[in-house]
């Protein structure tokens, strides 16, 4: 939980920032070992001067965003274990640490695979469900909210979540179409419509399915928060992150689908802008709620659908760019870094970027082209980025080596850099993932 002291609003965003960074770097640890202790805090020293943007002694490699899966399949994990059994996690995770020494920590993704079942999750299947037990997780996109629904969605997102998305996402949230409008009860009768659906045979049902969700869920949380307490405890530090995304991909991933939100750009651009615009302000106050509660001092966007493959820059700065930035100040204001996981390239986008204040964004780049990254954005930003997950699984242990050393030559006077992987991999070998590590330790 973070805490605002009481002159937060005499702050300037960059001391927002400051107070947020200093908190994450000082929350409590229960250490191994004094070895442990000391091996953390230079960690986190390290990690917190490059997100300072300050003189360092060297850049660090971040495993998180590539070799998560991996640090787990190496020891015989499937699919399957990842979104049913977390509990078998602790031992291949701490041991991977324990071997490789990695400079910040490399986690699991808490797959909620029990309450996926319980509420019967429609816009994924998972390993052991409808996929095969050697996979994970796949999306299924879906159009969960019409065309024909812009207007009310812009309305209102918060009620059009609740009762129009999430019965539609999840059958067993069907009951929540029955909520009332909960901004119109006010006198005494309105008491009425608020408790009525609580009395409903299948309302009741509903919520007797989430509780038990929920308590699936904290089974999940449990094994996973003693995990990485344990990784914590052993010296490696990890970085907060809420995730997020971006008005348009809220509305392109989750509500209409790919389909939906392409032909929208030419059929219903004016409803399309609006329904992102209504969501700049939902998104805002959500994240800085949501890194208040848990003390990250950052959101990871993952970015999908305003790529330079996927739409013109032209339209990116029509329907992407504007509801996007706006976010993202509004987080800069409140202290919160943006970390952008830059799927695809963003050759064409990079001047974009450059608009937003110094130190307001890590830029974490899949495949776009890094010398001018460094040209246009590394004065102002974290830059992290993009040894491909394609080179990890297919190429030599020496081909990984090369690229490596070429992006740390190239990125070596600039003053703050993060090697990393351009996005998740499934597969590679401890040789290759040697040779990405110590990289940066030469």
């Known amino acids: 939980m973070f805490t605002r002291p009481d002159n937060w609003n005499k702050l300037t965003p960059l001391e927002r920032r400051k107070i947020r960074l200093d908190a994450w770097q000082n929350a409590p640890v229960q250490f191994a070992s004094p070895e442990a202790e000391a091996n953390y805090k230079e960690r986190i020293g390290r990690l917190r001067k490059i997100y300072d943007m300050e003189p360092h002694d060297r850049p660090i490699a971040d495993a998180f965003m590539g070799a998560n899966e991996y640090v787990g399949r190496r020891k015989g994990l499937t699919g399957v274990d990842f979104v ?25 993704l808490p797959y909620p695979g029990k309450s996926w079942d319980i509420l019967d999750f429609q816009t994924y299947v998972w390993g052991g469900q409808k996929l095969p037990e050697n996979l994970v997780i796949q999306a299924v996109e879906g159009e ?3 065309a024909s629904e812009y207007k009310e969605f812009a309305a209102d997102p918060t009620a059009f979540w609740l009762k129009k998305y999430l019965p539609r996402a999840y059958s067993a949230l069907a009951p929540m179409a029955m909520l009332p409008d909960f901004p119109r009860i006010s006198e005494s009768v309105d008491t009425i419509d ?12 509903m ?28 010296g490696f530090p990890s970085m907060g992150f809420n995730i997020v995304k971006t008005p348009f991909d809220y509305l392109g991933d989750t509500l209409r689908g790919t389909k939906g939100i392409l032909t929208d750009m030419y059929r219903r651009p004016d409803d399309l802008l609006a329904a992102c615009e ?55 204001e409140e202290g919160i870094t943006s970390y952008l996981f830059i799927e695809g390239s963003y050759n064409k986008r990079l001047e974009n970027l450059a608009e937003m204040p110094e130190k307001s ?10 010398g001018p990254v460094k040209e246009i954005l590394s004065d102002k930003f974290i830059i ?6 394609s080179l990890m699984a297919t190429g030599t242990t020496d081909e990984v080596r090369a690229y490596c050393d070429n992006l740390v030559e190239l990125f070596e006077d600039a003053p703050a850099y993060i090697l990393a992987h351009g996005c998740y991999f499934e597969n590679t070998t401890d040789e290759k993932l040697r040779a990405f590590l110590d990289a940066v330790k030469k």
């Open 207 to 234: 919520l007797q399915k989430m509780m038990e969700a929920a308590g699936e869920l904290m089974k999940v949380l449990g094994a996973v928060g003693q995990t990485m307490g344990m990784i914590a405890a052993e």
């Open 384 to 389: 992290a980025g993009n040894v491909p997950a």
């Open 361 to 370: 964004l890590v830029c974490h780049f899949d495949q776009t082209e890094m």
């Open 194 to 205: 608020l408790l009525l659906p609580f009395a409903m045979p299948p309302f009741q049902e």
């Open 84 to 108: 049913y059994g977390h509990d078998k996690m602790l031992e291949p995770y701490v041991e991977f640490h324990r071997e490789f020494q990695p400079d910040v920590a490399v986690g699991m």
């Open 144 to 146: 969960y909210m019409m």
């Open 278 to 332: 209504a969501y700049v302000p939902v998104l805002i106050n959500a994240i800085v709620g949501a890194s208040d509660r848990s003390g990250a001092p950052a959101a990871m966007y993952v970015l999908h659908k305003g790529a330079d493959a996927f739409m013109s820059q032209a339209q990116f700065e029509k329907f992407y760019w504007p509801t996007w930035k706006q976010v993202m100040m509004g987080l800069y």
